[in-house]
């Protein structure tokens, strides 16, 4: 999980979306506190990066944002049970594209 601000805040939040959600359904015993910790943080400090340069709306607070993606990241391990072996990725791909459109700043009803 790379902790640095990357140059394209879009690309990297999609990133760490992902990682978050594939962690979490391969290895769920594996996410300790700690990386939780770590996630929030980074994904707080990229979605309020992403909203101080324009790149994200600032309807809502990051740190509500980071708190309700994640907490519906830590309940996949408790009723998903992916499969297929690409399933992982898959589902995080699409949580990733489903936060990001709720994020941008270009997006229906952004203020």
């Not at 760490?16 to 770590?38: F, S």
């Not at 990066?49 to 391990?77: C, E, I, K, P």
Request: with cysteine.
């Amino acid at each position: 999980m790379p902790d640095r601000i990357g140059d394209n805040v879009e690309e990297h939040l999609h990133e760490v979306a992902v990682d978050v959600v594939v962690r979490t359904l391969v290895e769920p015993e594996e996410v300790a506190e700690h990386d939780r910790r770590r996630y929030r943080a980074l994904f707080h400090a990229l979605i309020e990066h992403g909203q101080r340069t324009g790149v994200f709306a600032s309807r809502v607070s990051g740190d509500l944002v980071a708190d309700f993606y994640l907490g519906s990241v830590r309940s996949l391990g408790v009723w998903c049970r992916p499969e297929a072996e690409d399933a992982p990725a898959s589902i995080g791909q699409h949580y990733a594209r489903r936060l990001l459109e709720g994020l941008r700043a270009d997006a229906v009803g952004a203020r």
